[in-house]
């Protein structure tokens, strides 16, 4: 919901770019080889912070740490992106101000990290079942009322993305794909290795596919001249839907786009929680950070988990006592800077994968999987990094020669290289704990398996 609200309307009136449906079908492509390695190995090797596993395992610590480091503000500036959307979006609909709003989200967030992965999972299974059923609305909707008074083929001809504006698109388009790299973090709490492997490629594909229709469906229900004629993008599926099924529909619609942002951000950060418990147990973090929870089928990281909160509140507290804008500042630059950190991370693992399957890692994995989608991946990931980058201005909606175009790429340069330095100094002083990184051994009581979830321990 929060990509079919927010996420395609922006794209379609930031960039002018007929062509989104088809920019989902081309990412999911890029995506589908990039993940080819990172599962594969991950299937080999369960951790907690699978970035850092890999790129420690295919090309050394000191690379692991940059992983380590790049994928804590990847995943947390996304993940507090998304409290300056919300807050915005409950400002405009009941008022007060926007970090009321964000700091109630945090709150919630905030109890439901220290709660079980069940309650997380039934919770979110119940609200995504609802959210599905009014995006069919609106898809039918769509379809069936077409506001140009017939469907448009354009958005799916290479014309219509081969233009000005298409790196952001791409842009735009992969931030919405982000999170779908994730089954890899919880493997150590799923059923079997396979499972998160299966799970992995099949979100991958369904949100590759359903992305790209729901692009369309706004492009044909609400029309190419609306899209691109300025005023509110966020509003426009909602005047649809309120239009075809009545206001009752799009009010249903707009709760559900709340709690559509709480799932998101509840995902984000049990993936934050569990990449810092898996770093403290091999001893780079603090060790309080393995604090876990009692709990017959595993405990919760309780000490990764009031990091990621801490971190949440330091960073919003940031942004008010700035002043910045909540969308236009915080929201945009913080999910444009985990959407960089997450694409360079699945290029980067493309690589260490190659490199981990040429060193002679793995088992009997086909030629495919261990050279071919490895480093076709890494080289169209690669484009798709400098396709982001070069139309970071446009993205940001920053004058010509501004130079705050180069602010994001120093922060994440930044961040690389206090990694790597971590790295060298874990190397030098800490050399038995350098030449263990990346094993992935879990604490057997903290991390408990399923078939001995019953005994008492």
């Known amino acids: 919901m929060t990509v079919l609200v927010g996420g395609i309307p922006v794209t379609y009136a930031a960039t002018g770019v007929a062509g989104v449906p088809l920019s989902f079908v081309v990412v999911m492509g890029v995506l589908g080889l990039l993940v080819v390695g990172y599962a594969g190995v991950s299937r080999r090797v369960s951790h907690t912070a699978p970035f850092f596993a890999l790129l420690t395992l295919g090309l050394g610590g000191r690379a692991g740490m940059v992983g380590a480091t790049v994928e804590f503000l990847g995943y947390n500036a996304i993940q507090i992106s998304l409290y300056a959307f919300l807050g915005d979006r409950m400002s405009g609909l009941a008022g007060g101000a926007w970090w009321v709003w964000a700091a109630g989200a945090w709150m919630v967030i905030t109890v439901f990290g220290l709660a079980r992965m069940s309650a997380n999972t039934l919770v979110l299974g119940g609200m995504l079942l ?72 099949t979100v991958a594909g369904c949100l590759g596919v359903l992305y790209a229709v729901l692009a369309w469906a706004v492009w044909t229900g609400v029309g190419p001249h609306v899209l691109t004629g300025g005023g509110d993008p966020s509003g426009y599926v909602f005047a649809s839907l ?66 990621q909160s801490a971190t949440a509140l330091l960073v919003i507290a940031g942004f008010v006592w700035s002043g910045a804008d909540p969308i236009k500042v915080m929201f945009t630059w913080l999910s444009t800077v985990g959407a960089l950190c997450i694409l360079g991370l699945l290029v980067a693992a493309s690589v260490a994968a190659h490199a981990y399957y040429r060193a002679g890692g793995g088992g009997h994995e086909g030629v495919f999987m261990r050279v071919v989608a490895p480093i076709i991946g890494a080289l169209t990931g690669g484009l798709v990094v400098l396709f982001m980058a070069s139309n970071l201005r446009n993205l940001l909606g920053l004058s010509p020669g501004s130079p705050l175009v180069w602010l994001l790429p120093a922060i994440v340069a930044a961040v690389a290289v206090t990694g790597w330095t971590w790295g060298g100094i874990l190397r030098t002083r800490r050399p038995g704990v350098y030449a263990r990184l990346g094993r992935g051994t879990p604490a057997p009581v903290t991390v408990l398996d399923h078939d001995l979830a019953e005994l008492e321990v």
């Open 130 to 201: 609802v959210e599905l059923s009014v995006i069919a609305l609106f898809v039918i909707a769509a379809f069936t009322n077409p506001a140009t008074g017939h469907l448009d083929a354009a958005p799916w001809q290479w014309r219509s993305l081969l233009q000005d504006g298409a790196g952001g698109a791409l842009a735009l388009t992969m931030a919405a794909f982000v999170g779908f790299e994730c089954g890899p973090v919880f493997s150590e709490e799923a059923r079997s290795p396979r499972a998160v492997m299966t799970a992995t490629f």
């Open 242 to 307: 309120g239009r075809i099924y009545g206001t009752g529909v799009a009010d249903l619609a707009t709760l559900l786009l709340v709690t559509s942002v709480l799932a998101a951000m509840m995902s984000f950060h049990h993936v934050v929680s569990r990449n810092l418990f898996g770093l403290a147990r091999e001893r780079v973090l603090p060790q309080a950070i393995t604090t876990v929870s009692t709990g017959g089928r595993g405990g919760v990281p309780v000490g990764g988990s009031l990091v």
